[in-house]
């Protein structure tokens, strides 16, 4: 019987070992390039959000796609590359949009054109978030269009690493870049402070779907 538990206690220590090797996890290597295009793949990749720093106005959705092929070129000194978003269609049309950030410039629940363009990034620092993981951003400049209003902004990304299973580098990343504008930067009565959020999923490869049988 001790033979058997035995066993069982040094399986089940090989067992979580392996595990453990397994699911190290790597940040990609210096040079890595991910990419963004709007063919690939199919689903929503980015959108853009407006919110209320104060949170007493509902935001307002955006989500589309890239408008051309771009890059996310990392190295834990800092990120180059660039990228364009084509976030034409708006979230929640339907309902009462006079409570929303954007109200002034919403005519019958019609969405503006909205379009966000990362035009540069900079040295990377890493922090660790509330539950003590390491998290590393950036800055980073940009250009929204929306309607007929460009705003230039200057703000800070994050990257949130994705990983296929049991892999050490990740395969994809999710990015998340924080702005804040005036109001009448964008076509709004009020000068207001608005926070504006692009997010965008890079690739490392661009891969079409299996077809199916």
Same mark, same amino acid.
């Given at each position: 019987?001790? %033979?058997?538990?035995?066993?069982?206690?040094?399986?089940?220590?090989?067992?979580?070992?392996?595990?453990?090797?397994?699911? %190290?996890?790597?940040?990609?290597?210096? #040079?890595?390039?991910?990419?963004?295009?709007?063919?690939?793949? %199919?689903?929503?990749?980015c959108?853009?959000?407006?919110?209320?720093?104060?949170?007493?106005?509902?935001?307002?959705?955006?989500?589309?796609?890239?408008?051309?092929?771009?890059?996310?070129?990392?190295?834990?000194?800092?990120v180059?590359?660039?990228?364009?978003?084509?976030?034409?269609?708006?979230?929640?049309?339907? #309902?009462d949009?006079?409570?929303?950030?954007?109200?002034?410039?919403?005519?019958?629940?019609?969405a503006?054109?909205?379009?966000?363009t990362?035009?540069?990034?900079?040295?990377?620092?890493?922090?660790?978030?509330?539950?003590?993981?390491?998290?590393?951003?950036?800055?980073?400049? #940009?250009?929204?269009?929306i309607?007929?209003?460009?705003a230039?902004?200057?703000?800070? #990304?994050?990257?949130?690493?994705?990983y296929?299973?049991?892999?050490?580098?990740?395969?994809?990343?999710?990015?998340?870049? %924080?702005?804040e504008?005036?109001?009448?930067d964008?076509?709004?009565?009020?000068?207001?402070?608005?926070?504006?959020?692009?997010?965008?999923?890079?690739?490392?490869e661009?891969?079409?779907?299996?077809?199916?049988?």
């Amino acid at each position: 019987m001790n %033979k058997i538990i035995l066993s069982i206690a040094l399986s089940l220590a090989f067992s979580a070992a392996a595990s453990a090797q397994k699911t %190290k996890q790597s940040l990609p290597k210096d #040079g890595e390039t991910f990419k963004v295009a709007p063919e690939l793949p %199919k689903h929503v990749t980015c959108d853009v959000e407006f919110r209320d720093p104060k949170d007493e106005k509902w935001p307002n959705f955006f989500y589309g796609k890239p408008a051309a092929a771009g890059t996310f070129v990392w190295s834990s000194k800092g990120v180059t590359g660039g990228f364009s978003m084509n976030c034409d269609k708006m979230a929640q049309r339907q #309902g009462d949009q006079d409570r929303k950030v954007l109200a002034d410039i919403l005519i019958d629940g019609k969405a503006p054109a909205v379009a966000f363009t990362a035009t540069q990034f900079g040295a990377v620092t890493s922090e660790k978030d509330a539950k003590g993981k390491p998290v590393e951003s950036f800055p980073v400049r #940009g250009q929204l269009k929306i309607g007929d209003k460009t705003a230039e902004l200057s703000g800070t #990304g994050k990257v949130k690493w994705n990983y296929p299973k049991d892999a050490e580098f990740p395969d994809h990343a999710q990015l998340t870049m %924080k702005f804040e504008v005036k109001g009448t930067d964008l076509g709004l009565k009020s000068a207001e402070p608005v926070q504006v959020i692009a997010s965008a999923v890079v690739y490392k490869e661009l891969v079409a779907p299996p077809k199916k049988k």
